[in-house]
């Protein structure tokens, strides 16, 4: 569902969905938190938090190390947008109850996080952005888990080098921890 809060931020009015008395799920808090943190962090253009469950992301977590770097690092060498369209990296929370604040920790530097074994949350100033967003990573994801399935390791990939010269011809600046 969707729904709007009043400008307080203290309650809300369904927008679309939840029929027939159904209510939002216990994931609200977290999307609130997130909302907090990122439209703080982006000056108030970050409008949209969006959540879903996408099966090639959630894969990626019973087999990759659950850390900021190993996600953002494999999912950047599947396709040359990829450090473009999410150039702050990936944010990571293992699996863990409750969840919120974690999160909201990670989408004060990410624009996407990922709840092991769960999901992903991604922050954009329109829907249209942050589903790109989103579909990017999913994306990304899904190379990867068809490349795992093939081979343990990859004969070719992007390298450091190449992500720097990449940074500068698209003005990006992508953070150096990723890049070891």
Known sequence: ??????????NFRIVWGLQNGARPTSELPSHLMNHEVTKARSGGKYRVIY???????IALT???????????????????????????????????????????????????AIWAHHGMFCCGEDFDLTFGLMHTV?????????????????RQTISADDFRALAKDFHVTLPEKFLQ
Do not use: Q
């Open 138 to 154: 999913e994306k990304a994801a899904e190379i990867l888990v068809k490349v795992r399935s093939m081979t343990d390791r990859k």
């Open 1 to 10: 569902g969707i729904v709007e809060l009043d400008e307080k931020g203290e």
């Open 62 to 112: 019973f087999v990759l190390p659950l850390t900021d770097e190993a996600f953002t690092r494999e999912l950047w060498e599947m396709a040359t947008e990829c450090p473009v369209v999410f150039p702050s990296g990936i944010g990571v929370v293992p699996w863990m109850v409750p969840i919120a604040v974690a999160t909201s920790k990670l989408m004060k530097e990410y624009d996407v």
């Open 51 to 57: 959540h879903a469950h996408p099966a090639n992301t």
